[in-house]
């Protein structure tokens, strides 16, 4: 069995595409934190990611 963790990807998620609610004060802390941990990440490509996964699930013998 292989485990394929991605990661974040390269998308426009809070971009003009996307709807906000309205923030509950309880959460700035996590909010904030996770803007943070994201802020240094590199997005993957999907298209590339996919590729991956698929040359993953047709090899003989997977890692």
């Known amino acids: 069995m292989t485990l394929v963790e991605p990661g974040v990807y390269g998308t ?3 971009g ?3 709807v ?3 923030g509950q004060p309880q959460y700035n802390p996590a909010r904030k934190a996770m ?3 994201a802020a240094g990440s590199t997005r993957s490509n999907p298209a590339h990611v996919g590729a991956a996964i698929l040359v993953l699930a047709d090899s ?3 890692p």
């Open 12 to 14: 426009d998620r809070s």
């Open 60 to 62: 003989d013998e997977p």
């Open 35 to 37: 803007t943070a941990a």
């Open 20 to 22: 906000w609610a309205q």
């Open 16 to 18: 003009p595409s996307a």
